[in-house]
């Protein structure tokens, strides 16, 4: 079965700085796709990034990055130039097209004004 | 377009009684996913349907669980004799098709089982 960790339960980072989100994952798949989804308090689950396991190039949007290291198994998230409302729980997933989809524990970011 | 729609939106109720869930996907959308998420962990999958078929059915889905999606639009989960260990918030999504489209997630229909 598929796993995914995120050891970080939480993480701060100041206003404008930059902060990384770490996650590892465990597959004997080749072809799947990782996910990095946000959770505002009471709010709905929205998707941050996606990035295919085919792709050498890391996703980019926007502000948000990801660093993927298929051989070790590693899909950190990097948010440049934090802002408030980017203060969420963050999940990072996996999903293959036999998987209905593996979510990590979350990590909770905080940002300070 | 307004969204992934779940109701209701909370349900309160009693150990041993049934419940039944609703969730609205976007329209056009084949694919409809079912989560459970509980306090301080991330949504594990329950099952999903593309169209009107049921195609996975996570291990977590007991024969207490039923899900169905008759016309291939809205999804029903319904849960029979409920237990306290079945409180939690319940998310659906959508997403057009492919296994690598964007899931759209509703609110979520929080349980308690008192």
């Known amino acids: 079965a598929q796993t995914v960790t995120q050891s970080q339960p939480e993480m701060s980072v100041q206003e404008a700085e930059t902060v990384t989100l770490s996650c590892t994952y465990d597959?004997?798949?080749?072809?799947?796709?990782l996910f990095w989804y946000k959770q505002p308090p009471s709010r709905q689950m929205i998707l941050v990034i996606r990035?295919?396991?085919?792709?050498?190039q890391n996703a980019t949007e926007n502000r948000f990055s990801v660093n993927f290291q298929k051989a070790a198994k590693s899909f950190s998230l990097k948010i440049s130039d934090s802002q408030l409302g980017d203060a969420a729980m963050y999940f990072c997933?996996?999903?293959?097209?036999?998987?209905?989809?593996?979510f990590g524990t979350g990590t909770k970011l905080q940002v300070i004004p | 377009d307004t969204g992934v729609s779940q109701n209701p939106r909370h349900k309160i109720t009693k150990r041993g009684q049934n419940v039944t869930f609703r969730c609205d996907p976007i329209s056009e959308h084949n694919r409809l996913y079912w989560y459970r998420q509980t306090l301080g962990q991330g949504p594990e999958f329950l099952t999903y349907f593309q169209n009107e078929a049921q195609l996975e059915k996570s291990r977590l889905l007991s024969d207490r669980f039923s899900a169905e999606r008759p016309k291939g639009s809205f999804s029903t989960l319904e849960i029979q004799r409920t237990e306290q260990g079945d409180s939690a918030m319940y998310l659906c999504a959508s997403s057009s098709g492919q296994v690598t489209d964007t899931q759209y997630f509703g609110p979520g229909t929080r349980l308690t089982v008192l």
């Open positions: 997933a996996y999903r293959s097209a036999i998987e209905g989809g593996t």
């Open positions: 597959t004997s798949e080749s072809d799947y796709y």
């Open positions: 990035q295919e396991a085919y792709k050498q």
